[in-house]
């Protein structure tokens, strides 16, 4: 038994699973918010020698669907002009994206090497209107402390990470534990989310599956769920456009203004 890293409640063992092909460590599942954990992380060093899973095929589709939803919840909710930052960005891919699309979006990672955004990493000592972290919750190992962090330096904080289904599938039944590359600690429920909400005094808006929102804003939940739908968000997109940061990213980089040659 240990105590849930969320709610401070009983979290009691719940299942083994056999991580990065050699290591067989234990699971627990609180029995409050039934957030899951895993025994202290001992293999983290080696699960991030390459701080981007290999098996992470899905990196460029899943970070084009979240650039259209992002841009579709900012021109709603928040203001255009103002700047963002991502946080646990990777090599920066979706700051690029973001920037390409007219959104003054900044890099921050812990971790990984900044390829796509060179030249636009974030200000340490500056607090950003909204903050994205995809595909970040679940690889806390202090959730409480890492999400104060990403407080400190965004206002509300847009995140993907897959909730634990209602049937709580073991290690071995649900692929998101991500066995093979043992970096997936932390698993999350609805009702933990909440409770993380409250700690902070935000509102959590969320579609019940992966795309959530911690925020002071008044957001509709029902409106939420349709303007993240990545299958919606791109049309809702087509009647708002801005322009590119690519040449002015460019002229910031190199110094050299791009003319229109006659």
Known sequence: MINCKICNSES?????GIILSKYD?????????SFVQTEEPYWLEEAYSNAIASADVGIV?????LSNVTKTLIDKYFDAKSEFIDYGAGYGLFVRLMRDKGYNFFWYDKFAQNLFSKNFESNESKPYQLLTAFEVFEHLLNPIDEINSMFLKGESIFFSTTLLPKSE?????????SLFA???ISIYTLTSLQIIAETFNKKLISDGKSLHLFTNKEISSNIF???INKKI???????????SLINSDFEKITGVIKKKIK
């Open 233 to 243: 968000s791109p049309i809702i997109n087509l009647f708002s456009s801005k322009n």
């Open 25 to 33: 460590i234990k699971y627990f599942k609180c029995t409050e918010c």
């Open 12 to 16: 009691k063992y719940f299942a083994n």
């Open 182 to 184: 043992g970096q997936h």
């Open 61 to 65: 589709k899943r970070n084009l669907e």
């Open 169 to 177: 599938p073991k290690p071995n039944e649900w692929w998101y534990y």
């Open 225 to 227: 769920k349709v303007m």
